[in-house]
């Protein structure tokens, strides 16, 4: 073992908002934001273009842990971090180390070769009851061609790397539910094309690797190079999700955007539908909303859902789900994290939003939120193009959401339909829209209310 120490210079974070829910913190002196993780002690570690830094007080300071070129890490555990170093010839390191006080015990090493190929970095890493699966991915050519991925697997005991079986597509995410159950979603395609997105499904092996298939019907959604899938995940119930964020955001593509829920991730044979150019026998939610990454919090049996400016949470295993940005605005978001105690933790390049309590505590002391009536504001607002619309019905029945210009002219029914009581959640896409005033208007049963809107171009 070699005991690295760490190199500590402290900087002040820069508070630029607050309000009942959410504090914003804005430090400009290490580099963009790339990705953000937390301990169950609240410790933060963020990884930026310079390196890691680390804060312990809610992200007011932070201090530079690890700097230098870092391609991606992971809190293995509580003690315990992995990281992956690029070594300026194409080659990689990943490196366990174990964080006692101000010094980092380097625990183990594997060196990853790019092989004949140009260029090698590891991308993800997945921690499953104890074991370290990490996504390798190799480039033929320096820029585009011939993209393919590894998994790699070791516990944390071993001293080598083992190589899983995998057909070797690009892994966009990797979802291990135990030592046999391994999904992963990928583009399907190891072509010398200059294409980003490929043809993308979501293959699944139950023997650890050995054997792989894919879910039928899903690969075939005809999304093609319109989307990429952003996260996969199995739920405690054996609920399987998967989100879509798409690789052009223009208006021919919202069907590619959104959540998909089936209740068994063992089901692996579906038919496609045409009509909803999705495959049957799966939920969708938020559809035209971009899903940039969902995390599964096991201990609450929450979902959480992260959009560029928003994130939404489920307490009903992925059958529903609730803006809880509560005013905070949030722009261009890139990654998350949720710590043991449900506080949310977004960044964006170069600014973290983080939660000061569970945003889930406060629901069954709302009236508003779970037993009445209610048309709540949009957020965002002002909004281009688009913008989510939640509501809220103490009983069920036939609901008309209309939206309506200044002059009083109807320019879009948004629902009209029969819907059952509870939360219901609708995008309004405002492309084909000029910027000006608008009004939202909800009617049910005896029930009425208006929003005012506006669109901003």
């Known amino acids: 073992m070699k005991a690295l120490l760490v190199f500590i210079l402290f900087y002040s974070s820069q508070i630029i908002c607050q309000n009942l829910y959410w504090d914003t913190y804005q430090q400009v002196n290490i580099g963009s934001y790339r990705n953000i993780q937390v301990k169950n002690n609240g410790s933060i570690y963020l990884l930026t273009d310079f390196g890691i830094y680390k804060s312990i007080d809610k992200g007011k300071t932070w201090n530079g842990f690890i700097l230098g070129n870092i391609g991606s890490f992971s809190l293995y555990d509580d003690k315990n971090i992995i990281l992956s170093k ?67 697997f070791k516990n944390k005991q071993d001293t ?68 990429t899938f952003s996260s996969v995940l199995i739920t405690d119930k054996n609920t399987f999700i998967y989100s879509e964020y798409p690789l052009w955001d223009i208006d021919e593509y919202i069907y590619t955007k959104g959540i998909y ?121 002002p909004f281009n193009p688009t ?10 029945g036939l609901v008309q959401l209309q939206l309506y210009n200044v002059l009083g002219q109807k320019v879009m029914d948004l629902v009209n339909t029969y819907q059952d009581a509870g939360r219901h959640s609708i995008v309004l896409n405002g492309t084909s829209l000029s910027s000006g005033i608008y009004f939202c208007k909800m009617q049910s049963n005896r029930f009425s209310a208006t929003k005012k809107i506006l669109l901003l171009k």
């Not at 038919?271 to 599964?296: C, H, Q, R």
């Open 261 to 381: 829920r089936t209740d068994d991730y063992r089901k692996t044979n579906f038919e496609f539908d045409p009509k909803t150019d999705n495959a049957m026998g799966w939920d969708a939610y938020l559809v035209g909303t971009s899903i940039v990454k969902l995390l599964m919090n096991d201990a609450q049996s929450k979902f959480y859902a992260l959009t560029r400016d928003s994130v939404f949470i489920s307490t009903t295993d992925g059958k529903s789900w609730i803006n809880r940005n509560n005013d905070q605005y949030i722009s261009e978001a890139i990654d998350f994290a949720v710590d043991s105690n449900g506080i949310i933790y977004i960044i964006s390049s170069d600014s973290i939003y983080i939660s000061k309590f569970d945003l889930t505590g406060f629901e069954n002391n709302n009236d508003n939120l779970s037993t009445g009536y209610e048309l709540f504001q949009n957020y965002p607002n």
């Open 86 to 152: 690029n070594d300026g010839q194409g080659n990689c390191t990943i490196t366990l180390l174990r964080e006692d006080a101000d010094t980092l015990i380097q625990e183990s090493e594997h060196f990853v070769s790019k092989g004949n190929n140009s260029s090698v970095t590891v991308s993800k890493y997945f921690i499953n009851n104890g074991g370290i699966y990490a996504v390798a991915n190799y480039r033929l050519e320096a820029k585009y061609g011939y993209l393919f991925s590894n998994i790699l």
């Open 160 to 227: 080598l790397w083992q190589k899983i079986n995998y057909p070797e597509y690009y892994i966009y995410s990797l979802f291990v539910k135990d030592k046999d159950t391994l999904i992963v979603a990928n583009n399907n395609s190891t072509s010398n094309s200059t294409a980003f997105g490929w043809f993308p499904q979501i293959n699944y092996s139950f023997d650890g690797g050995t054997n792989w298939a894919h879910y039928y019907g899903l690969s075939y959604n005809n999304h093609g190079l319109k989307t």
């Open 387 to 396: 913008t989510i619309i939640n509501y809220t019905l103490k009983e069920s």
